[in-house]
């Protein structure tokens, strides 16, 4: 799986859009972008996936680059509870659900 | 929405004693999977299991570590001598199939080994 680059911190106001950013500059063709987050040690949560073009759900929006080497989560109206890291993570997409953790970036929502 | 549940959420064990920890997948879900994170480091891989096999394992789940579906509703990991090293939460997760689909995490079990 690629390698992914990501800032460790990131401060947000709450009811503000938290762009966070990722780099995947070695992707391949069939390599899938997944975001998870952690909130406070709990269980990593699923937050959203792509592969090249932009996503949305009921969470956040995916907005990934032509030429698929970055891509961008976007929270709209962050709040309080949104604090927590989030995991940007390349994935393979013939096989296989393993997940390569990296450290993420710690988001923090303030008043 | 469906939840992997995890019990205990806390477990406190001896060196070299065995520790099993169990992990209730959601309910049409196929693919079952444990991680670790060492208090500060990343969330790291152990096993993912499918059909009663384990189906991948990282260098991680060695001899010690073994993984079960005793009963088609229940996922255990069992550290047959647990090492202080081994002190981590450990999360189950599941899918519904083994293909670019999400993972649901369990909430984790704390294991301390003293």
């Known amino acids: 799986d690629a390698k992914t680059t990501q800032p460790p911190s990131m401060d947000c106001a709450e009811g503000r859009a938290a762009n966070l950013p990722c780099n995947h500059s070695t992707i391949s063709g069939n390599e ?4 998870y987050r952690q909130i406070h040690s709990q269980g990593p949560q699923y937050i959203i996936h792509g592969l090249k073009n932009n996503e949305t759900n009921e969470m956040a929006s995916l907005i990934i680059t032509e030429d698929r080497k970055s891509s961008t989560l976007i929270l709209p109206h ?7 890291v989030y995991y940007c993570i390349v ?3 013939g096989g296989g659900n ?4 990296g450290t993420g970036t710690q988001l923090k929502v303030e008043l | 929405e469906p939840e992997v549940t995890q019990t205990p959420s806390h477990q406190v064990t001896q060196m070299g004693q065995e520790v099993i920890l169990r992990c209730v997948p959601i309910s049409n879900h196929l693919y079952f999977y ?9 969330v790291e891989f152990l096993v993912s299991f499918y059909n009663n096999e384990i189906s991948e394992k990282s260098e991680i789940f060695d001899d010690q570590f073994s993984v079960e579906r005793p009963d088609g509703s229940n996922f255990t990991l ?16 599941s899918s519904r199939t083994g293909f670019n689909e999400k993972l649901f995490f369990g909430s ?7």
Do not use: H, N, P
């Not at chain 1, 899938?32 to 975001?35: P, Q």
């Not at chain 2, 984790?108 to 003293?114: A, D, P, R, Y």
């Open chain 1, 98 to 101: 393993k997940l390569t953790f």
């Open chain 1, 32 to 35: 899938y972008v997944y975001w």
């Open chain 2, 34 to 42: 444990w991680y670790r994170q060492i208090l500060g480091q990343k």
């Open chain 2, 108 to 114: 984790g079990t704390q294991l301390s080994v003293l």
């Open chain 1, 91 to 93: 994935r393979q997409g």
């Open chain 2, 78 to 93: 069992k550290i047959r001598s647990t090492k202080l090293e081994d002190s981590a939460m450990y999360f189950c997760a």
């Open chain 1, 78 to 84: 962050a709040t309080l509870r949104d604090t927590a």
